[in-house]
């Protein structure tokens, strides 16, 4: 089994652990084209169903 040959320092070791903190991105919201409501990049809209630019599955108020 690998033994490590030397202690990890607190500086690489805190800088390893903040790398996935940098993998993470803001979410991007855009509006849906038909109702203006929040909605998720190339997800059809959760309120009104619509998808680019045609309905695709039936929305709440449907």
């Keep these: ?3 490590p040959k030397k202690r ?4 690489r070791r805190d800088r390893r ?5 940098n993998l993470r991105s803001a979410v991007q919201v855009i509006q849906c084209a038909n109702c203006k409501e929040p909605v998720l ?3 059809a809209c959760a309120a009104c169903g619509f998808y680019k630019g045609r309905e695709t ?5 449907a």
């Design 8 to 11: 990890t320092s607190k500086m």
């Design 41 to 43: 990049p190339h997800r």
């Design 17 to 21: 652990r903040a790398a996935n903190n």
């Design 1 to 3: 089994m690998g033994v």
């Design 57 to 61: 599955v039936q929305g709440a108020e």
